[in-house]
């Protein structure tokens, strides 16, 4: 148990803050027992903190025993050479040497390295024999890393049950802990995190989903081929604990990079003008990531869209893209659908269709927008084609897009007809909040246009960069009444 002086002191001496915060899409680097694998390195050893500093990774994890002397020191086993931590005196264990001729380190030799260096901290409390001698550890080490001011860089982490309990209580709630527990317990016992190995959470599928929605990390550990470090960043960890961290770093960097992509939107004059084949080369041509199709037939025998009558366009689209199709009814038409779809080069993880506001009780007008699976990331597209009859109808259809598409979980494109052209209110609504990813030029009619109708609208702004913008050269004989328009963006996210 601890001393009510020694446990002000710490109490003192702690801020409430968490090191660990949830991190938003990139996983931070844990070098696991420093860079060990560094030439001239050791497990644990104040050079394999160096070298993970000098290969930029944002932390080091350590694992601390106090000895029969209560001395704190760093080592992975309870013993070195044979000789037990715990068991043994300072005055022998200072003797011992790492494998890269270093002495033992102390905790507070290693402290007092880090406090110079980059990296955070993840500190292992080792599970002792004695849980009195444990108490003492987790006491002096949460009281030796506020001596050094490293509080706010610090996390600790621990199997043994009896030293989570004494870090939650004397730490806030910096604490993950190492043996594999259901997140609502996790919670429940004041962990601010899990630290889990990769197989409990591939064994618990929805483990890391829950961590974050309960407001907790997902570190995983020990991460070390490039597969599992993929994995890791597919399934949003917070933390990759690993061996080898520049590989990580790398492939992190990689999943996390600027990225290119190619937007487009088309009307597609419900398939009057041109069959599926036209359609789609049309489509193909630019080699969209993303594409929003408005005035999309499904089912619908329409006699005015003779080389299309009967057929289901999202289907016939897809299959001739190679992209994955998506549909949002917008109204029943014969005996199939008039609406709105998607065509995406990635999977869809859930898709939804907003009915948007019809105060007039005009056509029925919807927006489609689907949560996408990107390497690394998620993503929101969405597809909309505005009413082009009443102003109120069209103003309240602005408000409503703009309010759904600011509160996605995930950056969010938006792309479609909006009947409406610049300076008009129902457009600036949505520039007031979203970027626009398009140029001014003239979208209708295709063969001699005279405004600009189609939009690209993206949020937040700052994630969304335009490269390009490409609007066809008006033409007679174009596939639509609509030029497609395509946005070649970067998106930083
Ligand atoms: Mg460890």
Not at 109 to 123: F, M, N, Q, W
Not at 149 to 170: E, Q, W
Not at 307 to 315: D, E, Q, S
Not at 439 to 467: G, M, S, V
Request: net charge negative; glycine share 6%.
């Amino acid at each position: 148990m601890l001393s009510n002086k020694l446990l002000n002191s710490v109490l003192l001496s702690i801020m409430l803050t968490a090191t660990l915060s949830a991190a938003a899409g990139r996983p931070q680097i844990v070098a696991h027992r420093g860079y060990w694998k560094a030439e001239g390195s050791a497990q644990n050893s104040i050079r394999a903190l160096v070298k993970a500093d000098s290969v930029g990774a944002d932390a080091v994890e350590l694992d601390v025993w106090i000895s029969a002397d209560s001395v704190l020191y760093v080592n992975h086993d309870p013993d070195f050479g044979g000789i037990v931590i715990e068991k043994s005196n300072s005055k022998v264990l200072d003797k011992l040497r790492l494998a890269n001729g270093e002495q033992l380190p102390t905790l507070d030799s290693y402290l007092e390295t880090a406090k110079g260096l980059r990296p955070d901290i993840v500190l292992e409390v080792k599970t002792h024999s004695d849980p009195l001698r444990e108490d003492l550890a987790v006491a002096m080490i949460i009281d030796m890393i506020a001596e050094k001011g490293l509080t706010d860089r610090t996390s600790y982490i621990t199997f043994s049950r009896n030293s989570f309990d004494n870090l939650v209580a004397m730490c806030g709630r910096q604490v993950q802990f190492l043996s594999a527990t259901d997140p609502d317990m996790l919670r429940n016992i004041g962990g601010t995190g899990a630290d889990y190995h990769i197989s409990a959470y591939r064994a618990n599928p929805d483990w890391i989903k829950r961590l974050h929605d309960l407001g907790l990390t997902a570190n995983i550990w020990t991460v070390n081929s490039p597969a599992d470090i993929q994995w890791c960043i597919e399934h949003d960890a917070d933390y990759i604990t690993t061996d080898e961290p520049e590989l990580a770093m790398q492939l992190v960097d990689k999943a996390f990079a600027p990225r290119r992509m190619t937007i487009m939107t088309y009307n597609l004059r419900f398939g009057e003008l041109a069959d599926m084949d036209r359609l789609s080369a049309e489509i193909k041509k630019y080699d969209p990531d993303f594409v929003a199709i408005q005035e999309v037939d499904v089912n619908f025998d329409r006699a005015a869209a003779k080389l299309n009558r009967g057929l289901n366009y999202v289907n016939e689209l897809a299959v001739r893209t190679g992209l994955f199709g998506y549909y949002g009814r917008a109204i029943n038409v014969g005996k199939g659908y008039y609406g709105v779809g998607i065509l995406s080069r990635y999977p869809a993880e859930k898709i939804e269709k907003f009915e948007l506001p019809n105060p007039e009780n005009g056509e029925q007008r919807v927006m489609l927008a689907g949560t996408f699976e990107l390497p690394g990331h998620k993503f929101v597209f969405a597809s909309t084609h505005f009413d082009y009859l009443d102003h109120n109808t069209r103003k309240l259809q602005a408000q409503y897009v703009v309010d759904r598409l600011t509160h996605m979980p995930y950056p969010a494109v938006l792309a479609g007809d909006f009947n409406a052209t610049l300076g008009q209110i129902y457009i600036e609504t949505i520039r007031s909040r979203m970027k626009d990813l398009t140029n001014n030029r003239k979208t209708w009619p295709a063969d001699k246009p005279k405004e600009k109708i189609d939009f690209i609208f993206a949020y937040p702004p700052q994630d969304f960069e335009l490269k390009s913008c490409t609007v066809p050269e008006p033409s007679k004989k174009s596939p639509s009444d609509h030029l497609p328009v395509i946005s070649d963006i970067i998106v930083k996210f």
